[in-house]
């Protein structure tokens, strides 16, 4: 657009303007508007253009130069070697024949050379910058490609650390399950022994499901990963109060006392709501149960899960007394992976421990469109992220 404006102003001082000028701007001047789309055809043409004006009398000298050089400069961009020669045969050609046939100028050689020179050295800019953006394109294919083989080498590392697992795992549970069995069949053991047995065994059976189940996903003989496969028209609160049964009978199992409460006006089926959103609530609170039985003090008082369920999200509040040590020595990685997780989904989660008492909030969307309406509790500073 500079390019145009200064041309415009450089026409407008000649002196000599007649039907052969006027012409000639204008025909290069749209030439130059639609060498925005079509480059190379059109630089080309107004070389051509104001090559063969050249041999016409009453032209003004020079032809627009300006548009003369950005066309040079095109076609270098475009890295047309062969044709940035022969257009500037053409055009150094034409002023030469200008020069040896015409008696009235008053150029000299070392101007007309001067002059292909700037040809030249137009082509050269033009090829520079082409030469720079090809390499910024290389580079940024080289990163892409450095990017890729890190994340098919992190790859690779996960699959040898999920293979090491699931034989850690199943040759640890496999051995609790066969020694629990053979307890199960010694009717000396008292009857509490024996249902801890039972529910030690049926514990390890299902654990190791689940780890098998993963593993299927991360060898690629499968492709679902969650425990259950929810219908579409089954009911999001059902489905939370069934984990919260289930964790409290988990933990009565152990002979820890407390309860979860259910708080809910919600009526929100599966295929309404985020599916990947309530797999997480389900998680989350098996982890709660698991660090409940982990971490608490079953001695010092009882456990409180408390779920509230609406209509866009589920707020969850956990508390239960614990080691004083527990957050320093012996907290585990599950709660990180966690907050990773609800954070991607646009919620909270937040913890807290002192006096001995451990205070879990999480608030985590599963409506389809999320809202970012605020909590009290979750702006509240006495709440950290867990670590």
């Given at each position: 657009?500079?390019?145009?404006?200064?041309?415009?102003?450089?026409?407008?001082?000649?002196?000599?303007?007649?039907?052969?000028?006027?012409?000639?701007?204008?025909?290069?001047?749209?030439?130059?508007?639609?060498?925005?789309?079509?480059?190379?055809i059109n630089a080309t043409i107004i070389i051509i253009i104001s090559s063969c004006c050249t041999l016409i009398p009453d032209i003004a000298f020079p032809s627009q130069i300006g548009y003369i050089w950005i066309s040079f400069g095109i076609i270098g961009y475009s890295r047309q070697l062969l044709l940035?020669?022969?257009?500037?045969?053409?055009?150094?050609?034409?002023?030469?024949?200008?020069f040896m046939t015409t008696t009235q100028h008053d150029w000299s050689v070392t101007g007309l050379i001067t002059l292909s020179g700037t040809y030249i050295g137009a082509a050269i800019i033009g090829y520079a910058i082409s030469e720079h953006n090809r390499v910024r394109e290389m580079e940024i294919i080289i990163n892409q490609r450095q990017k890729e083989e890190m994340q098919y080498k992190r790859l690779m590392r996960d699959m040898a650390l999920a293979s090491r697992?699931?034989?850690?795992?199943?040759?640890?549970?496999?051995?609790?399950?066969?020694?629990?069995?053979?307890?199960?069949d010694d009717h000396t053991l008292p009857e509490y022994v024996s249902k801890k047995v039972q529910i030690i065994a049926s514990t390890s059976r299902d654990t190791l499901r689940r780890v098998r189940r993963i593993i299927d996903v991360l060898d690629g003989t499968s492709d679902q990963f969650n425990d259950e496969l929810y219908e579409d028209n089954a009911s999001v609160v059902n489905i939370i109060r069934l984990s919260t049964e289930s964790g409290d009978a988990f933990l009565h199992s152990f002979d820890i006392a407390g309860s979860s409460i259910m708080h809910s006006d919600c009526k929100a089926i599966?295929?309404?709501?985020?599916?990947?959103?309530?797999?997480?609530?389900?998680?989350?609170?098996?982890?709660?149960?698991?660090?409940?039985?982990?971490?608490?003090?079953?001695?010092m008082g009882q456990y409180l899960v408390t779920v509230t369920v609406n209509e866009r999200e589920v707020i969850i509040y956990q508390s239960n007394s614990t080691f004083r040590t527990m957050v320093k020595n012996e907290a585990g990685k599950g709660l990180i992976l966690h907050a990773k997780k609800i954070q991607a989904l646009q919620g909270d989660i937040h913890t807290s421990c002192g006096d001995g008492i451990w205070i879990l909030y999480a608030r985590i969307p599963f409506a389809i469109k999320n809202t970012n309406d605020s909590n009290d509790i979750a702006n509240d500073k006495s709440f950290t992220n867990p670590e």
């Amino acid at each position: 657009m500079i390019v145009e404006l200064l041309e415009v102003v450089e026409f407008i001082s000649l002196i000599r303007k007649n039907i052969y000028n006027i012409t000639v701007f204008i025909l290069e001047t749209i030439f130059l508007v639609l060498a925005y789309k079509y480059s190379i055809i059109n630089a080309t043409i107004i070389i051509i253009i104001s090559s063969c004006c050249t041999l016409i009398p009453d032209i003004a000298f020079p032809s627009q130069i300006g548009y003369i050089w950005i066309s040079f400069g095109i076609i270098g961009y475009s890295r047309q070697l062969l044709l940035n020669i022969i257009t500037w045969l053409i055009a150094t050609g034409s002023w030469s024949l200008y020069f040896m046939t015409t008696t009235q100028h008053d150029w000299s050689v070392t101007g007309l050379i001067t002059l292909s020179g700037t040809y030249i050295g137009a082509a050269i800019i033009g090829y520079a910058i082409s030469e720079h953006n090809r390499v910024r394109e290389m580079e940024i294919i080289i990163n892409q490609r450095q990017k890729e083989e890190m994340q098919y080498k992190r790859l690779m590392r996960d699959m040898a650390l999920a293979s090491r697992l699931h034989d850690y795992v199943t040759q640890g549970l496999s051995s609790i399950i066969i020694e629990t069995c053979n307890l199960t069949d010694d009717h000396t053991l008292p009857e509490y022994v024996s249902k801890k047995v039972q529910i030690i065994a049926s514990t390890s059976r299902d654990t190791l499901r689940r780890v098998r189940r993963i593993i299927d996903v991360l060898d690629g003989t499968s492709d679902q990963f969650n425990d259950e496969l929810y219908e579409d028209n089954a009911s999001v609160v059902n489905i939370i109060r069934l984990s919260t049964e289930s964790g409290d009978a988990f933990l009565h199992s152990f002979d820890i006392a407390g309860s979860s409460i259910m708080h809910s006006d919600c009526k929100a089926i599966m295929k309404n709501v985020n599916k990947e959103a309530v797999n997480e609530i389900i998680a989350l609170l098996n982890q709660i149960y698991t660090n409940i039985l982990t971490h608490a003090d079953a001695s010092m008082g009882q456990y409180l899960v408390t779920v509230t369920v609406n209509e866009r999200e589920v707020i969850i509040y956990q508390s239960n007394s614990t080691f004083r040590t527990m957050v320093k020595n012996e907290a585990g990685k599950g709660l990180i992976l966690h907050a990773k997780k609800i954070q991607a989904l646009q919620g909270d989660i937040h913890t807290s421990c002192g006096d001995g008492i451990w205070i879990l909030y999480a608030r985590i969307p599963f409506a389809i469109k999320n809202t970012n309406d605020s909590n009290d509790i979750a702006n509240d500073k006495s709440f950290t992220n867990p670590e």
